[in-house]
C-alpha cells in the first residue's frame, strides 16, 4: 500500500487566474505533484527490497531519490495552501496574522525588506529550486532559505511555512523566461493566514531540538 498520497487542491484549476493560468495548476498539480508522490513510493518500495535482499550497491542513489521526491511532495503540499484567490497584501492581525506580522518585522527589519529578500531568493535561485520563508527553532527566529531542486542549502530542523515554486514548471507556459514577473505576481496570492497558522504550529513544536538528553 501506498505511504504517500496526492493531496486534492484546497481550490479549483481557475481559482488563482490570472496570477496563475489553469492550465498551469492542472499540469502542476496533476502531473508533477503526482509524479513526486509515485516516485517517494516506489523509492520505498526499492529501499524495502534492498533490506531483505541485503543489496546495498544502490544506496547511495535510492536515498537520494526519496529526499528528493518526498521533499518535492512536502514542499508542493505546502505551495498549495500558501495561496489564495483572494490573498496578497501583507499579513494583518485581523486575519489572525498579527503574530506573523511581528515576527517578520523581527527577523529581517520590516515586511518591505523581508519581501525584498524572499523575492531575491526565488528569483535567483540557480536552476530549479524554491525560495522559502522557514521558522529556525533554534534561533526562533524566521528565515529565507534557496532550495535547490527539493532539498539543498536548507537548515536542519527548520520549517517551511511559506514557499515560492521557482521551478519553471510552475510558471513557464504563462511567463515564459520571465521569472522574476512570476515572483512578483505572486504576492497577490498569498494565503497569509494560512502561513499564520503554520508559523503558530512551528513555534509550539520547535523547542523539540533544545530537549536535554
Known sequence: MPVYS?????????????????????LHHD?????????ANDTLEQLAEARDKEAWGSINGLE???AFHLSGHILHSVYWHNMTGDGGGEPLEKDGAGELAAAIAESFGS?????????????TTQGSGWGV???EPL???????Q??????????GSTPILVFDAWEHAFYLQYRNQKVDFIEAMWKVVNWQDVARRYAAA??????LLLAP
Do not use: C, T
Request: proline share 6%.
Open 133 to 135: 520563508l522557514a521558522y
Open 111 to 123: 515586511y518591505d525588506r523581508f519581501k525584498a529578500q524572499l523575492s531575491k531568493a526565488s528569483a
Open 31 to 39: 502531473k508533477h505533484h503526482a509524479a513526486y508522490v509515485k516516485g
Open 147 to 156: 532550495v535547490y531542486d527539493h532539498q539543498g542549502n536548507v537548515g536542519q
Open 64 to 66: 537520494k531519490n526519496l
Open 6 to 26: 496526492l493531496p486534492e487542491l484546497p481550490y479549483d484549476y481557475s481559482a488563482l487566474a490570472p496570477v496563475i493560468s489553469p492550465e498551469i495548476i492542472e
Open 139 to 145: 534561533s526562533g527566529r524566521l528565515i529565507v532559505e
Open 203 to 208: 513555534k509550539e513544536r520547535g523547542d523539540s
